[in-house]
């Protein structure tokens, strides 16, 4: 089992920059893909970017590609989401989650554990 825990978001106005942190308990941390969702009010969660384990495989929605970039240090059991020229259209919930022992992916339901989210707001 391991717990995540987002921090750092928060109001930025449009072409500004924010950078998430996802801390996760347990001594396994480098053993789990991580993945960043997002979820507007009234709207699907939606897929924004997964890392492997090592951290040397990364994959982007289209929406966000050139945009965010996710990485971790293993060392310290955080992934981090920095989110460069962001748009009102990133405003959402973002929520890091773990799947253990498996590849990236792009779909929420591959991944077993959640966090409760880090707010984000994007102003024009």
Not at 97 to 124: D, E, F, K, M
């Amino acid at each position: 089992q391991v717990q995540l825990v987002e921090s750092g978001g928060g109001l930025v106005q449009a072409g500004g920059s924010l950078r998430l942190s996802c801390a996760a308990s347990g001594r396994t941390f480098s053993t789990y893909t991580m993945g960043w969702f997002r979820q507007a009010p009234g709207k699907e969660r939606e897929f924004v970017a997964t890392i492997s384990g090592s951290g040397g495989s990364t994959y982007y929605a289209d929406s966000v590609k050139g945009r965010f970039t996710t990485s971790r240090d293993n060392a310290k059991n955080t992934v981090y989401l920095q989110m460069n020229s962001l748009k009102p259209e990133d405003t959402a919930l973002y929520h890091c989650a773990a799947r253990p022992l498996r590849a990236t992916s792009n779909s929420a339901a591959a991944y077993n554990y959640w966090g409760p989210g880090t707010q984000v707001t994007v102003s024009s």
